[in-house]
C-alpha cells in the first residue's frame, strides 16, 4: 500500500510463498512470476527484459534460504540485482525472515548494496524465537515516513512488553546464543529429513539441499499430482503444501513443500507413511489437467485452491 495502488505491476519471484500471492490478490495488484532455480535463484535476464516492457512499482523477494527453493542468493547477484532495480527505479521489498538461520556463515541482503534507499528489508523473530511474539521490523530506506504513517493508520499500538522482552534477550546475548543452537540442531534436522526422503520416495525424486532455513522442496516425477497426494495425506492428518499454491499459474503439479524444522520418530513414522501415498501417486501415473493459462486464484482453480490454503493455516494453527 506504501509503494503500488491497486492495478500497478509487481514483480515475484516463482515459485513464491502462497500467502503473498492471496494478499497481492486482495490488494488487486497485477503479478509477473521471475522464473528462479535452485542452485540459481531468480533468473536476471529474465528480470531485465520484464523491466524494460513493463511498468513495474515494486519487486518483493526472499533472497536468504527462499521460501519454497531454501536457495541463498550469492553476494555478487545480490549486487546485481540491487543495481538492475535501482536503474529502472523500482522499489526492492527485501524479506529476511530466514537469514539468521544458517547452516554456516550469515548471509548478507540486497539492502547492504543499497545506495539510493530503494531497498525496504524485513524481518521478524517468528522463526527463530517464537510466532507468538509478534515482533518484527522494516528498514524502508527513503520509504520510512509512508511506511511509519501506514503503521500508524494500520496499528497504532505495538505489543511493548513483547518488544522490551526481545531487545532485553539480544542486550543479555541470550539471542546469540540461542542461535548457536539452533543452527547445529536445525542442520541436524534437515539433513536427516531429507536423507529419509530420498531413501523412501519413488526413485528420480529430487529433494533441495538448503543451507539454511527449515524448508525442503521436493519434485516428483512429472506425471503425479502432489493436490492428489495432498488430499490423501490430509485425511491422515499429514500436512504438505503442494506445489501449485506458489504460483499464479498452474504449474509446480508435481511438487510439494515439506517443514523440516522438527525429526524425531513420529516425523520419521509420518516421512514413511507420506512416502507411501507417492508411490501410489507414482503407479496411478496421474497426468494433471492442461491448465497453464488459468489463474491460480481465479475461475475453476479459486475454490479449490483456497480450501486447501484454508486447510493448511487450519492444521498449522491446531498444532
Known amino acids: 500500500m506504501v509503494l503500488c495502488k491497486p492495478g500497478d505491476t509487481v514483480v515475484l519471484e516463482s515459485p513464491v510463498y502462497f500467502s503473498l500471492l492471496q494478499l497481492l490478490e486482495q490488494s488487486n495488484l497485477r503479478v509477473i512470476e521471475v522464473p528462479s532455480s535452485v542452485n540459481g535463484g531468480m533468473n536476471l535476464d529474465t528480470l531485465r527484459f520484464i523491466l524494460e516492457n513493463h511498468p513495474v512499482k515494486a519487486m518483493f523477494a526472499i533472497t536468504n534460504y527462499n521460501n519454497p527453493l531454501g536457495y541463498c542468493l550469492r553476494s555478487r547477484k545480490k549486487r546485481e540485482l540491487v543495481r538492475l532495480l535501482a536503474d529502472y527505479r523500482v522499489p526492492l521489498i527485501e524479506d529476511d525472515i530466514y537469514g539468521d538461520m544458517n547452516f554456516g556463515s550469515r548471509p548478507d541482503t540486497c539492502k547492504a548494496y543499497d545506495k539510493e534507499g530503494e531497498v525496504l528489508l524485513c524481518s521478524s523473530f517468528s522463526k527463530t524465537l517464537a510466532p507468538g511474539l509478534r515482533v518484527g521490523w522494516i528498514a524502508p530506506g527513503k520509504y520510512y515516513d509512508q511506511v511509519l504513517n501506514m503503521k ?125 501415498l507417492c508411490h501410489q501417486g507414482f503407479e496411478r501415473q496421474l497426468e494433471p489437467k492442461d491448465q497453464s493459462t488459468l489463474g491460480i486464484f481465479s475461475d475453476e482453480n479459486s475454490q479449490r485452491l483456497r480450501n486447501i490454503v484454508h486447510h493448511h493455516r487450519e492444521v498449522q494453527s491446531a498444532e
Not at 523412501?200 to 525442503?216: A, C, H, M, Y
Not at 515439506?258 to 520419521?268: L, M, S
Open 152 to 276: 500508524t493508520l494500520l496499528n497504532i499500538a505495538t505489543p511493548s512488553i513483547n518488544q522490551i522482552s526481545v531487545a532485553y534477550f539480544l542486550k543479555e546475548g541470550g539471542y546469540d546464543r540461542h542461535m548457536r543452537h539452533l543452527h547445529n540442531k536445525l542442520k541436524t534436522q534437515v539433513a536427516n529429513m531429507r536423507a529419509h526422503l530420498l531413501r523412501r520416495l519413488p526413485k528420480g525424486s529430487r529433494v533441495t539441499r538448503p543451507q539454511g532455513g527449515t524448508l525442503l522442496w521436493v519434485e516428483l516425477q512429472k506425471s503425479i499430482d502432489t493436490f492428489e497426494i495432498y488430499r490423501q495425506a490430509l485425511k491422515e492428518s499429514i500436512l504438505i503444501a503442494p506445489g501449485q499454491l506458489f504460483s499464479i499459474r498452474y504449474k509446480y503439479t508435481h511438487c510439494f513443500r515439506i517443514n523440516a524444522g522438527t525429526w524425531n520418530e513420529r516425523v520419521q513414522t509420518v516421512i514413511d507413511r507420506l512416502s507411501v
